[in-house]
């Protein structure tokens, strides 16, 4: 099968800037620029970042890196979905984000949950070979099963009407278990599935949510990239290196490197998004 060449992804919670908080941005900030650097991803989706985190994450990485993404509600500098990527490889064909609500298209709509959840969909193009494929970037309500549910049940309804072939990747961190929670399993049923079951190489897999500190051993990891079939794992893992003792964020930044099966990808216009059902979902308890 024909592959394209291998791609880093990463997802990475970075934790809101809060000066209040016994890690304040301002003391995490170049290790947060150093973790990102030093890992090189052609693509990352990042969760809670304020605008000026995004800004100041940019300032300090390579001229080739630009993000896209909103904020989640109309309050001036609250929490984006971004996706940053590397301008040298890839452009942006289509950008969309959407509410996880009962009117979704509607900016800072709230319906369950403790705040407004958003996912932010990007359609990329290979700059080398004109292949497309689509990213989504995710955070799900991290106190209402209900919340995360509904979620799951509209990225799942999205992507099996947007995805149209291509390969698509999803991340984020989704504040429940890989494995063993409902939602994970509705969103392996799109059909995606985690880098860690498909990888040629599988490395750290360790709980994400490490409150700054050494990643625990136990534990659930709830921060994913799932993948399509059309995109191939190679490697995968939770990067669990600190900088002289310290940790950029509260959680752990999960990576994969992946390359795209070219014979496989639809090339062309992306869809415009229109308006999906919304409904919930029935299952068994959500374990995470």
């Not at 800037?17 to 170049?30: F, I």
């Not at 298209?105 to 959840?117: K, Y």
């Not at 040629?200 to 399509?228: A, C, E, K, M």
Request: aromatic share 10%; with cysteine.
């Amino acid at each position: 099968m024909n592959l394209g060449e291998p791609m880093k992804i990463m997802t990475y919670n970075l934790r809101f800037a809060n000066e209040r908080d016994v890690h304040p941005w301002s003391q995490r900030r170049s290790l947060m620029i150093d973790m990102i650097s030093t890992a090189e991803p052609a693509i990352l989706g990042t969760q809670e970042g304020l605008r000026h985190q995004l800004d100041d994450i940019t300032a300090g990485l390579p001229p080739w890196y630009a993000w896209v993404g909103q904020g989640r509600s109309a309050i001036r500098g609250d929490e984006y979905c971004a996706v940053f990527y590397d301008t040298r490889l890839l452009e942006v064909l289509d950008l969309t984000q959407r509410w996880f609500s009962t009117t979704p298209e509607v900016p800072g709509s709230l319906s369950w949950g403790a705040c407004p959840r958003i996912m932010t969909a990007v359609s990329f193009r290979e700059r080398k070979t004109g292949d497309e494929l689509l990213v989504i970037n995710t955070h799900l309500d991290h106190m209402s099963v209900h919340a995360r549910r509904f979620a799951a049940d509209y990225l799942h309804n999205y992507i099996r009407t947007f995805a149209q072939g291509r390969p698509t990747i999803l991340l984020g961190d989704f504040n429940t278990a890989a494995r063993v929670s409902a939602v994970y399993r509705r969103l392996c049923d799109t059909p995606l599935v985690d880098t860690f079951e498909v990888s040629l190489l599988p490395g750290v897999d360790r709980p994400t949510f490490n409150n700054y500190q050494p990643p625990p051993q136990v534990g659930h990891r709830i921060d994913w990239i799932l993948v399509s079939p059309e995109v191939h794992v190679q490697t995968s893992c939770v990067d669990i290196r600190s900088i002289d003792g310290q940790y950029a964020s509260d959680h752990m930044p999960v990576e994969a490197t992946v390359r795209l099966a070219r014979s496989l990808q639809r090339v062309g216009a992306p869809a415009r998004p229109g308006r999906l059902p919304v409904r919930f979902w029935a299952d068994d308890a959500d374990s995470g």
